[in-house]
């Protein structure tokens, strides 16, 4: 697949204010700053379609991206920054709540680790809420060009592990600083659940 077209459609804080065209939709959801931002733009290939390093309190806003006229790419509200209060917190969870309440145009979601890093607390609880709700989940390992060979097959190894991921469950590892892989990380992520 290639992404020709993609444009920013809508920051919804209600429901109502989601896009209603019955369009699939593909979401992206991890840690804040585990690199979302930067990853949606490379696979755009756009430099500012998603804005990179957002200040945290945006923990209401879901974000959709249209590519090709035929799918959304939706950027959901990152999660586990230190600083945040419990309201803020309170009101990431009813956010992502309500997004993924009986949604059935999502037809994936892509959960962004950071390869560098074992998946937090606030990692395993996002992997087994996708789970609970029913959605196919594939897992990104973000900040590839960090981390040599080696201990990328280690980090492999420790993700699967701590999200208990089971054998049918992708895991992927990407750098958006070098792109190694894009197009086939796009086939993988989006090809089967658009067309
Ligand atoms: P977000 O908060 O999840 O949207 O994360 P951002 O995309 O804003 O990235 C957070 C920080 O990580 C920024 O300083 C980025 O430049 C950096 N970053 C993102 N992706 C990569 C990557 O693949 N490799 C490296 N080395 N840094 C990255």
């Given amino acids: 697949m290639k992404i020709n077209t993609s444009e920013f459609i809508i920051s919804a804080v209600k429901r109502a204010q989601y896009p209603m065209d019955g369009f699939p939709e593909v979401a992206f959801v991890g840690r804040s700053n585990v690199g979302k931002s930067s990853i949606i733009n490379s696979l755009t290939n756009r430099k500012m379609l998603a804005r990179v390093s957002q200040t945290p309190g945006k923990t209401r806003l879901v974000n959709f991206f249209l590519i090709n006229k035929e799918f959304y790419i939706v950027d959901l509200p990152g999660y586990g920054y230190a600083k945040v209060s419990k309201k803020e917190k309170e009101s990431w969870g009813k956010t992502i709540e ?98």
């Fill in 98 to 195: 309500m997004y993924l309440t009986g949604r059935q145009q999502l037809k994936r979601i892509v959960l962004l680790v950071d390869c560098r890093h074992k998946p937090t607390g606030d990692d395993i609880m996002m992997y087994e809420w996708i789970k609970h709700f029913g959605y196919d989940v594939v897992v990104i390992a973000t900040k590839s060009d960090k981390l040599s060979r080696m201990n990328l097959k280690k980090s492999e190894k420790v993700i699967r592990e701590t999200l208990k991921l089971t054998k049918q469950d992708k895991l992927y590892f990407f750098s958006s600083l070098n792109k190694v892989g894009r197009d086939e990380l796009i086939d993988h992520i989006f090809e089967e659940p658009v067309h």
